[in-house]
Nanobody, 127 residues
Framework: QVQLVESGGGLVQPGESLKLSCVVS????????IGWWRQAPGHEREGVAC????????VYGDPNEGRFTISRDLAKNTLYLQMNDLKSQDTAIYYC????????????????????WGQGTQVTVSS
């Protein structure tokens, strides 16, 4: 069983940065594929970024626009999402999600592939 606990969300102004964390327990971080998804009110959940356990290479979804960076600290068993130049449309609940496949999924149908989810952390971008 995999447990995921996110933190780092908050209220920021447009143009500012935030770094989200996801602490993983129950499995070594490099033994799972893992990523960040987000959901805004009235919208479907969308993939932000993920890392597959097969090669550890990051995969980014449409919300990235070159502003987000996903990274892993294997010693701390923690996944991060560095978000820069935040915009109002980035306002959402951000979830950490994991699966045991070799690869991760970032397109919308891929949300059903993830059996493990954290409780989410709220990110609000507003002036």
């Amino acid at each position: 069983q995999v447990q995921l606990v996110e933190s780092g969300g908050g209220l920021v102004q447009p143009g500012e940065s935030l770094k989200l964390s996801c602490v993983v327990s129950g499995r070594p971080l490099d033994s799972i594929s893992i990523g960040w998804w987000r959901q805004a009110p009235g919208h479907e959940r969308e993939g932000v970024a993920c890392v597959g356990r097969y090669d550890g290479r990051p995969v980014y979804g449409d919300p990235n626009e070159g502003r987000f960076t996903i990274s892993r600290d294997l010693a701390k068993n923690t996944l991060y999402l560095q978000m820069n130049d935040l915009k109002s449309q980035d306002t959402a609940i951000y979830y950490c999600a994991a699966l045991e496949d070799e690869v991760c999924y970032i397109s919308p149908p891929g949300v059903d592939e993830y059996p493990y989810w954290g409780q989410g952390t709220q990110v609000t971008v507003s002036s």
